[in-house]
């Protein structure tokens, strides 16, 4: 009896939902933070190689929701407290605070309307601090960086990393905001196509995330990055197959109206035959009157710059050989 009472209770308090009572909400869409990208509840990451701007993008990102503005990369937001926190375990407050005037100089926000986006630098016990704050004061959304700092376990037990995610799914389930981690992808996966089964930690953190976005530098134009969304739930396969062309200068992204393939952006196998045809192209279109922009459109770059160090370098190239010879 007292059994039949335990369970009885568990479902009064509100953990057991019937088919019925879902219907009748009549949901027709999956709640957006970021239309139609960032889903408002749950877990999503952001993975990638070193240095390829990951922690710009999440602050960026997180400044956005933070100081209540309407759109993201173009994307609409749709923030109900207009608040974000964002969890750093690599920079200081020092570091972070000449990061966010870098920021600024593009946004050009007053401080004193920055008050929504919050720091925490301090991660102990990161779970009860990140419950006792969205308790006292609700966010859109809570930013992690960096996952490998926090995760203690070993990186190859999935059942480790589940239940280390899982924790953090119900929390944000509890606190109905967006848990957005970042992460990093394996040594040299950037020279294959973008794929889910990049990350490290595999299936075991692929499989709890909802939506994972590998951002990746371009093969030959250093001004571009690449948002390639590899997994996602709530989003058709017209997300999924190529990439969001970015710009990034200055700790900013902006994006453009260009998309890739995700199988153009792996490394060609024959790189350097590759990109001597594309010299050998440019150097015909040049001679044809073409504008080094006009070039750039048509080799499929997005700045002329990046023509410009393609003609120099291979010029130079012939140079030394001529020289030598």
Sequence with gaps: MEEQNKFTSSADNGREITAEDLLNRKVESIPCLIEPIFQAVGL??????????KSAFLRQLAWAVGTGQQSFLGWKI?????SAIYVST???????????NKLNKSQRQNPADCRGLRFIFDTSELLKELDRRLTAKPADLVVIDAFGDLYTGDANKSNQIRQFLHDFSQLAQNHKCLILWLHHTGKRTDEEAPSKHHVIGG??????VRLLIELRRDHYDTGIRHLCITKGNYLSDDFKNESFVLRFENFHFERTDQRVPFEEL??????????????ERAVQLQSEGYTLQGIADALGYTHKG????????????????????
Excluded: I
Excluded at 203 to 208: D, T, V
Excluded at 270 to 278: L, Q, T, V, Y
Excluded at 306 to 325: F, Y
């Design 203 to 208: 299936q075991g953190f692929e499989g709890k």
């Design 90 to 100: 690599e920079d200081d407050e020092n570091a972070t605070s000449w990061l966010l």
């Design 306 to 325: 990046a023509v410009s160090k393609l003609l120099k370098r291979h010029r130079s190239e012939e140079s030394k050989e001529n020289d030598v010879s």
């Design 78 to 82: 749709h923030s109900r407290h207009q």
């Design 266 to 279: 792996a490394r060609p196998k024959n790189e350097k035959e590759d990109d001597r045809a594309k010299y």
């Design 44 to 53: 999503a990451a952001v993975a990638g190689s070193s240095d390829v701007g």
